[in-house]
């Protein structure tokens, strides 16, 4: 097997981290990606893997990813939208107790229709932590009602973000608010019409003015269109599995059967729950800004505490392991982290570990749930192993 193409600025001390994500992607036949890991603030590596798009007989010779290429990062925008959330806590503009549908108090479900009467009493904090009853379990309403929720309003496909809103809020809540964690992409749609209501900006304009711009975020980018027209300059090709069928795209106005990462959602609905595109760089950006010891600190000490304090729900009593206010927590080994998959094409990771610090990886194709558990555990192990960090900050030439 030939060896995998790296881009970027090598360094023996880190090059097990090499080896790691190139023999996981090399097993696991994923393209392209990329990971950057910082330590004290500095970026200490950042490094692409593999190419741009899949390797075919009759293509021309592809492309190779750089440590600045752009990936979609699906769920892994989750805990940027929480951030965003508790800064405007922060500035009393909104509070964890408030009830999300008291804020948007102007969103009516279709004529004739009564709502679940136990929404209105679901919060930001019950939003945040996944336990407002929302439920992605079976069928995801993000995904599964593009097209039912536009014809319901009368509205042309694929439905908008406020359709889909609208549209579940007669559903049946799965359970109580405040009872049980099921993780719910819905929930986070709610937050992003929250942010909006509360900073009269769109969501990706409040984010960039709270979050990505202190943070030094210099390059991330909403989704719009999944259409392969709608990618970005710098954007990898997202790679379906090889037998994965063609679907027909959610947008009226396409009418060429495209691969399932292509059409199948619309990125415009998924923004404050999976609409961040991104690289490793400027993930790790974010991380350092919150919860780390140097820089710019995006929130205090005790908003930091209170995000990642374990939630007041029955399954999580005496566990270190727990989802918190829009982050993963693994105590003693992962202080937080969040991932995010979009089915077979996209697979994102970030991380802040004990010691100051944070990776982020980001990858244009996941086959198996089996893959992310394997890169996550060799990717920690790898990064613990590393005896001398560099002192070298390679944020300024990394960008170049």
Known sequence: MEPMPITGEANPGLSSIDHCIAEVMQKWRIPGGQCGVAKDGRLVYARGFGTVDQITADAPPPLIVSPTALFRIA?????ITAVAVLRLVEQG???LEDRAFEILHDLTPAAGAAPDPRLRSITIRHLLEHSSGLHSAAVDPQSETLRSAADAFHHTRPATNVDIIRYMMVQPLASTPGTEHVYSNLGY???GRVIEHQT???YGDAVRQLVLQPAGVKR???MTRTSPQARLPDEVFYVDGRDWPLCWP????DLVMRPFSYGSFD????DAHGGWIANAIDLTRFLNAVGGSHGTQLLAPSTVATMLARPDLPEYQGKDQFYALGWNVVRGRVEMTHSGEFVQSTYSVIARLPGDVTFAMVFNHCPSADMAIELGERTVAAIEAVKVWPEKDLYSSAER
């Not at 769920?75 to 805990?79: A, C, I, M």
């Open 250 to 253: 959610i947008y009226e106005d």
């Open 75 to 79: 769920s892994s925008t989750k805990p």
């Open 267 to 270: 990125g415009s609905a998924f």
């Open 220 to 222: 991330m980018a909403l």
């Open 200 to 202: 009269e900006l769109a």
């Open 189 to 191: 749609n709610i937050l």
């Open 93 to 95: 503009r909104l509070h």
